[in-house]
């Protein structure tokens, strides 16, 4: 069975534009949530998609969205980026059961300059 | 102020020693998990503990769940070189299926 998948792996952007992420989960999972992870402030929870509604919703500015097809696969979307978006960003999928197991991708870092 | 706090944050040993790795809060939680995360790689679940006072034990790590379901220890017993990793502590408090994870423990370990 494939893994959760990325993509991109790695990008560059500059304060003011905006980024687009996607996720690939596991095939049959049906919740894919996505976490920021810095240096600084650790893993912190963005958003969560169910059947493509958002379940629930981190603390972040109306800046960073997402979506979920209904395919399972998930994309967000930070507009108006600032160097303080530079971070790794983690996709996780789960299945309907909700043991609550998240398997993870290997992130798509972002660099904004 | 975060949720689950982790300490150390940083720990460097030589290989064979043992280490304990805390992960506390003043929330309660039905569960806690156990991830390790490797550079380049997303985090992987090592273990969930359910039950206050629960023990579980994976090879020559052993997990541990307080009484009051607050807080979780991991103890690793003659650490090897391929147990270097960031240790991450995270679970629910409010059970609306929003995992929040700890601040991490960096773990090196020196051949």
């Known amino acids: 069975k494939a893994g959760v998948t990325q993509t991109p792996r790695y990008l560059i952007k500059t304060r003011g534009q905006q980024v687009t992420l996607s996720c690939s989960p596991i095939?049959?999972?049906?919740?894919v949530s996505w976490y920021q992870q810095t240096p600084g402030q650790g893993l912190q929870f963005l958003f969560e998609?169910?059947?493509?509604?958002?379940?629930n919703k981190g603390n972040f500015p109306g800046r960073f969205s997402g979506r979920q097809f209904s395919n399972s696969r998930s994309e967000m979307n930070v507009s108006t980026l600032e160097l303080g978006d530079s971070a790794l960003y983690l996709c996780?999928?789960?299945?309907?059961?909700?043991?609550?197991?998240?398997?993870f991708g290997e992130g798509s870092r972002l660099t904004v300059l | 102020t975060q949720l689950l706090e982790q300490s150390p944050q940083f720990l460097s040993i030589q290989e064979g020693e043992n280490l304990t790795v805390y992960c506390n809060s003043s929330?309660?939680?039905?569960?806690l998990q156990w991830y390790r995360q490797e550079p380049g790689e997303g985090p992987v679940l090592l273990v969930t503990?359910?039950?206050?006072?629960e023990v579980k034990k994976l090879k020559r790590l052993t997990f541990q769940f307080g009484d009051a379901r607050k807080d979780s220890s991991l103890h690793i017993t003659a650490a090897q070189p391929g147990d270097t990793g960031l240790y991450l502590c995270?679970?629910?408090?409010?059970?609306?299926?929003?995992?929040?994870f700890g601040t991490g423990t960096r773990l090196t370990v020196i051949p």
């Open positions: 095939s049959g999972h049906r919740s």
């Open positions: 929330s309660v939680f039905s569960s």
């Open positions: 503990v359910v039950t206050g006072g």
């Open positions: 995270a679970g629910d408090p409010t059970g609306a299926n929003n995992l929040f």
């Open positions: 996780a999928s789960r299945d309907s059961s909700n043991t609550g197991e998240l398997f």
């Open positions: 998609y169910f059947s493509e509604t958002q379940r």
